[in-house]
């Protein structure tokens, strides 16, 4: 009797397991580095000097060193002679900026969301060639307009009020740009049908669907329109004859031209308030930047992929 030996049964021996290496330290660029400390201080230098001439008086303003402080800093006192200066003309001048720049931000975001939304998901004889309008306005600058849009104004009786300001600032091309292209990808197709079979308008579509879809956008249109009429110049110069109406950075401008040119009222101390005047002036556009800028940032994120 012959026994056999039963053989192992042979198994396929798995294949190890691919051995993982770190990730290598992100590499560093010596110029890059360079590059973006040389940007840094292109836009901070500018802010530190005007925060510390702020804190100067006018002999200090010419006689100590631009980027560090005097022997006696004085910003409070100048801030208290800003708000006070001319009867409190500043705190007038601020309210202006506040009105004309909210009130032109909010309608310019909303006409742009409106018009965007309608070039994005509507199709009508002429679309493309309305779109392409709009491109082109892009490449027209806005103080090429200033002297038309005042012979127009001056036409209607709109001059030398605030409808001089709002109503240009509401017209913003590269906005409805941006909206058209965030409300492509933003806004689905399918949730638009699906809320035209249960019955809804399109007016109530795009204010109680598109709209919310389209906040990030929204912000982001006004955050820039903000600061584009916040820092506008020269339509006010040219639209507005009232010092009473002036917005903060026509109202500087008079004054140092009053500092300049020894006009009424001027005074050797109102140099100081010129630029103390300045440094407040960008602080609400920095407060609002603050507060929207997690809208903002995570918005155009989430617009930029496909739904």
Not at 252 to 280: H, I
Request: proline share 7%; hydrophobic share 55%; with cysteine.
């Amino acid at each position: 009797m012959t026994t056999t030996l039963r053989q192992p049964p042979v198994t396929a021996k798995t294949p190890a397991a691919p051995v993982r290496h770190r990730s290598a330290a992100p590499r560093r660029s010596t110029p890059l580095t360079i590059a973006m400390l040389a940007a840094l201080a292109y836009f901070l230098l500018p802010l530190c000097w005007l925060l510390i001439a702020s804190t100067k008086s006018t002999q200090d303003l010419f006689n100590s060193f631009g980027l560090w402080f005097s022997h006696a800093p004085q910003l409070l006192t100048n801030i208290r002679a800003t708000f006070t200066q001319d009867d409190g003309v500043f705190v007038h001048w601020l309210l202006n900026t506040v009105l004309y720049a909210v009130v032109s931000a909010l309608g310019a975001a909303l006409l742009a969301a409106a018009a965007g939304y309608g070039f994005a998901k509507f199709r009508f004889r002429g679309d493309r060639l309305a779109f392409n309008l709009v491109l082109g306005a892009i490449m027209v600058p806005a103080t090429a307009l200033a002297i038309p849009t005042y012979l127009l104004f001056a036409k209607v009786g709109l001059v030398n009020t605030p409808w001089a300001v709002i109503l240009p600032s509401l017209v913003n091309p590269f906005g409805l740009y941006l909206m058209r292209v965030y409300a492509a990808d933003a806004v689905p197709d399918s949730l638009l049908e699906a809320a035209r079979i249960d019955g809804a308008g399109e007016a109530r579509i795009f204010f109680r669907i598109a709209l919310r879809l389209l906040a990030p956008g929204l912000v982001t249109v006004l955050l820039f329109t903000l600061v584009a009429t916040w820092n506008n110049y020269f339509l006010p110069l040219i639209m507005l004859n009232d010092p009473n109406l002036y917005p903060v950075t026509v109202g500087l401008s008079s004054w140092a031209a009053q500092a300049q040119n020894g006009g009424a009222g001027a005074s050797s101390d109102m140099l100081p308030l010129v630029v103390t005047g300045s440094l407040l002036s960008i602080v609400p556009l920095v407060v609002a930047f603050l507060v929207l800028q997690r809208y903002w940032q995570s918005g155009l994120a989430t617009g930029s992929v496909k739904q």
